[in-house]
Each structure stands twice: as structure tokens, then as C-alpha cells.
């Protein structure tokens, strides 16, 4: 299944004309293997996938497929022995699948979402496990000292997007694009990413798309 209203294969028809081979995209909160998954689609075109994922589920369901992931939270600093919030959801269907923990698990779960979690508390599991948490600097510099640039960041991690934002040095790496999971479509989201050069392209809720200025489309 691909990701949530095809936000993979619009970003690659947009910016890379179906490109296969070469093209490097990294994921933080690579959640299963295929069911709304970012990079599935991206893999299949033979790009170089960085995947970060500390939910050991799912880190387990990509290793029996034979793909690389780093079991990492990721955020704006490095810490081990740091709390995770595994939610499984129960008997949950989304976009025509069953989610699992999908929603929700995260370092911490946030206000707003801590809401929505209460409303479903009768359908919902909370299993707190220990993880290491990593800056994105820090993952990319250990295990992929070989990428100077990125094509694509995809960030899903239910309400720290912009703790991951905090912890990667956009300036270095220079993606050309940038999925980033916005569920209640905070300002400071766009905030961040127009600091740093970037903009605002499209948003296909719950995902905001955002391009470098320097090859931002023109507006209409």
C-alpha cells in the first residue's frame, strides 16, 4: 500500500521524474515496511533508504525483509534509557488496513493527541519500553558517514517533528524535499522550515510537503 493519499509517488512525479537508482531518502519514524509507507515506493525504484525507527515491531518486520533500520527515537538531543510510548491501537482500521501502532507512539504523547488517545483509551494498549534517543545528526554522521546530500526527509513521529527538525542540520544536507507529518497543522512547522530555506509546497493532511527555495515551483 502506498503512503497516505500518495504523497511518495506525487513528490517523485513533481521533483524527480520517477528517477530510479541514485537518489537517497531518509525516514524518521519508518513505521511498517509497506502499510502507508513513505519509502516502500522509493525502495522499489532502487534509492538508498535511511530508516529510523525505534518501535521494535517494526524494526523486526523491515530486518525479515532484509532492509536496514536504525532502531533509534529520534529528537533534538542524545540520551539512552529514554521512555518510548508504544499505543497499539485496537481492532483500528485506517485507509482500508488494520493499523497496529501506527497513531500516536512517541517519545511523549502531546496534548493534543493525548485527547484523541482518551477518546479511544478502551481501544488502545500504552506500553511504556526504554530506547536510545538520537539527534538526526548523529544517526546520519554513525551509520551513513558516506551521504553528504538527501533527495527526500520524511519525518512521522506524532508531534516531535520539530524536535527532530531541531536535531538536523538542514543546512548540510540540503534535502530537496521534505515530508513532514503535521496532524494539527502547527505554525511552527512552516515556521522552522522557512528559517531554513524552505517552502511550503503543498499539504495533503496529514503530510505537509516542503521544497528548497532555490528550486521551489513558481506559484501560480
Same mark, same amino acid.
Given at each position: ?55 521494535? &515491531?517494526?524494526? +523486526?518486520?523491515?530486518?525479515? /525483509? @532484509? ?11 542524545? $540520551? !539512552? ?17 488494520? &493499523?497496529?501502532? +501506527?497513531?500516536?507512539?512517541? /517519545? @511523549? ?11 479511544? $483509551? !478502551? ?39 520539530? $524536535? ?57
Amino acid at each position: 500500500m502506498a503512503a497516505e493519499h500518495d504523497v511518495d509517488k506525487l513528490v517523485q512525479a513533481s521533483f524527480f521524474n520517477g528517477a530510479k537508482e541514485g537518489g537517497v531518502l531518509v525516514e524518521v519514524g519508518a513505521a511498517r515496511p509497506s502499510y502507508l509507507s513513505i519509502s516502500e515506493s522509493f525502495r522499489s525504484l532502487g534509492w538508498t533508504i535511511i530508516a529510523v525507527e525505534p518501535n521494535p &515491531v517494526f524494526c +523486526e518486520e523491515h530486518r525479515k /525483509l @532484509g532492509h536496514e533500520i536504525l532502531q533509534y527515537a529520534c529528537g533534538d538531543h542524545d $540520551e !539512552d534509557e529514554v521512555v518510548f510510548y508504544i499505543v497499539k491501537s485496537i481492532d483500528a482500521v485506517y485507509m482500508g488496513g488494520d &493499523v497496529s501502532y +501506527e497513531s500516536w507512539s512517541s /517519545l @511523549g504523547i502531546r496534548d493534543r493527541y493525548a485527547e484523541v488517545v482518551k477518546t479511544v $483509551e !478502551d481501544k488502545t494498549e500504552i506500553e511504556p519500553v526504554r530506547v536510545k534517543l538520537r539527534t538526526l545528526d548523529t544517526i546520519m554522521r554513525e551509520h551513513a558517514p558516506e551521504i553528504s546530500k538527501i533527495d527526500v526527509l520524511a519525518i512521522d513521529v506524532e508531534g516531535w517533528e520539530v $524536535e527532530v527538525l531541531k536535531g538536523f542540520s538542514l543546512d548540510r544536507y540540503r534535502p530537496k524535499v521534505a515530508i513532514i507529518e503535521n496532524l494539527f497543522l502547527d505554525g511552527a512547522y512552516e515556521e522552522h522550515m522557512k528559517r531554513n530555506g524552505y517552502e511550503l509546497w503543498q499539504t495533503h493532511h496529514p503530510n505537509q510537503i516542503y521544497v528548497r527555495t532555490d528550486i521551489a515551483p513558481a506559484r501560480s
